[in-house]
């Protein structure tokens, strides 16, 4: 049977994975979506690999229109590609000083299911010189930076490249990890011996994936939890959050900035808990599931000036700004206060406009009136959920 476009166990998804082995099985028949950062994601690794071969198997030719023509695609990411591409080629160079016979790749499929079955995975580049492979991994996205140090994603990687060319170059008994992430200035190396990395492998890799292959283990939640499928149903993830939840403090009635450093952290995973709990039932009520005791309504809409410049020569001309203060427009709801809501409608009246506000579940209690869904509601909602 083929592989599937995802692997069960991928690297991608392997810090879930092996700290929480249920969850690739529990995640596995989830409808597979992807998220706009994802998506600018895959298009930035395309314009690096089309970069990067134009070094390594020329002759250049211009990037593809289909990659151009994206909504993603921008100036600004292809400094940053280049950036990448020109400090790997930089390192291929210095290699090639004492070692000219190195090998640089980029994009190989490689397999690590003698570790973790039906495992594999798309490393970004690889070199293999001599005694030496170095894995580099491209990661564009600036909000969480990437730490190689203990990483699986990159480990797997190294792992798949050298069951991959062990039969020609035997020789290899160094691992160098990098991780490259261009848009904060990150990066983050790990070196270890061959004999580190079979040895991690075979302790913590094949037995972590035997369990998370067959759907077994304990659900352990943590910050592996970010991109899980379920992390808003997860039982275990809840109940962590209900023990923050209880959390007791002892006395005095205030807080000392020790306790208070304690908990923060106990704050932050009930927020995110609660914030992914809030998306999930918003995106289940949009779609005509209920929940007992909520109803979807529609949220309060928001007001705003649509030409600020008219707004202000308008107030001006009507004698309402004060000529001692500086002639710059409040927010709408200042100068309400300022004004008074009637005089702000009398003369800009028709320059305010207010938003159709998003949907909202809200206890049943609630005045406003329960929506009416239609079939287009989650279409034109998704992207607000």
């Known amino acids: 049977m083929a592989p ?8 991608s998804n392997a810090h879930r994975w ?3 082995t249920p969850s690739a099985r529990l995640c596995a028949n989830l409808k597979d979506t992807t998220s706009t950062f994802a998506q600018e994601g895959t298009v930035a690794h395309a314009v690096a690999e089309h970069y990067l071969n134009c070094y390594i198997r020329p002759p250049q030719h211009a ?4 990659l151009t023509s994206s909504e993603y695609y921008n100036m600004g990411m292809a400094e940053y590609c280049m950036t990448y591409v020109n400090w790997v080629m930089e390192e291929y160079k210095d290699i090639l000083k004492n070692h000219p016979e190195a090998l640089i790749m980029s994009e190989q499929r490689v397999d690590y299911s003698r570790y973790a079955p039906e495992g594999f995975g798309t490393a970004d580049v690889s070199i293999i010189a001599d005694d030496l ?7 564009y996205g ?3 930076k990437v730490d190689a140090k203990n990483n699986p994603q990159i480990r797997l990687y190294a792992l798949g490249v050298y069951l ?3 039969f020609m170059y035997d020789n290899i008994s160094r691992v160098k990890m990098v991780i490259y992430q261009p848009r904060i200035d990150n990066i983050s190396v790990e070196e270890m011996t061959l004999q580190e990395l079979l040895a991690w492998a075979e302790s913590e890799v094949k037995p972590k994936a035997k369990l998370a292959f067959a759907g077994k283990g304990e659900l352990v939640p943590g910050s592996h939890c970010t991109f899980c499928g379920i992390k808003a149903t997860c039982r275990a993830r809840a109940e962590e959050a209900m023990a923050l939840a209880k959390y007791e403090f002892a006395p005095p009635a205030t807080l000392e900035n020790e306790e208070i450093a304690e908990m923060l952290d106990k704050v932050r995973k ?3 808990w609660s914030k992914d709990v809030n998306s999930y039932v918003l995106e289940e009520a949009l779609k005509g599931v209920k929940f007992e005791g909520y109803k979807l309504v529609e949220g309060r809409g928001t007001r705003s000036i649509t030409d600020m410049g008219k707004a202000e020569e308008a107030l001006t001309d009507a004698m309402y700004f004060d000529i001692y203060k500086p002639k710059e427009m409040l927010p709408l709801t200042a100068l309400e206060k300022d004004l008074g809501k009637k005089v702000v409608a009398e003369v800009i009246g028709k320059l305010i406009t207010k938003s159709e506000g998003k949907p909202a579940l809200v206890p049943e209690s609630d005045k406003r009136q329960e929506m009416e869904l239609h079939t287009s509601v989650e279409e034109d909602f998704k992207e607000d959920v």
Do not use: N
């Open 133 to 139: 492979l170095e894995i580099v991994d491209y990661k």
């Open 4 to 11: 599937s476009a995802h692997a069960l166990l991928g690297a």
């Open 18 to 20: 092996m700290e929480c």
């Open 270 to 272: 009930l927020l995110d």
């Open 63 to 66: 990037l593809p229109k289909e």
């Open 142 to 144: 600036q909000g969480v």
């Open 164 to 166: 991959k060319y062990s």
